[in-house]
Nanobody
Framework: VQLQASGGGLVQAGGSLRLSCAAS?????MAWFRQAPGKEREFVAA???????TYADSVKGRFTISRDDARNTVYLQMNSLKFEDTAVYYC????????????WGQGTQVTVSS
């Protein structure tokens, strides 16, 4: 399975961006992670086959993850962006509800100017 992420860019604080990640096949769990300069990669959000979703506390209420199974695509709508959201964002996927993510896309840069 291949994952192709897109949608990153430069935005002012308070602005919005929508990331997309297209998969070459259907997968049970699709997720977004991010890695800021000098920091470890961290979990952002995940969505399961049932469309149940989970979020990191730092993005709750600002980010929304969704999926279009007809297109094997997951989205991350990011609103009220903050400077600290600046990072390379990666999409990931797995064929199960739990466990490690088996598939990773290339990163897409999100830069929030203060």
């Amino acid at each position: 399975v291949q994952l192709q992420a897109s949608g990153g860019g430069l935005v002012q604080a308070g602005g919005s961006l929508r990331l997309s990640c297209a998969a070459s096949g259907s997968l049970y769990t699709m997720a977004w992670f991010r890695q800021a300069p000098g920091k470890e990669r961290e979990f952002v959000a995940a969505i399961f086959w049932s469309s149940r979703s989970t979020y990191a506390d730092s993005v709750k209420g600002r980010f929304t993850i969704s999926r279009d199974d007809a297109r094997n695509t997951v989205y991350l709508q990011m609103n009220s962006l903050k400077f600290e959201d600046t990072a390379v964002y990666y999409c990931a996927a797995r064929g199960t509800a739990n466990g490690p993510y088996d598939y990773w896309g290339q990163g897409t840069q999100v830069t929030v100017s203060s």
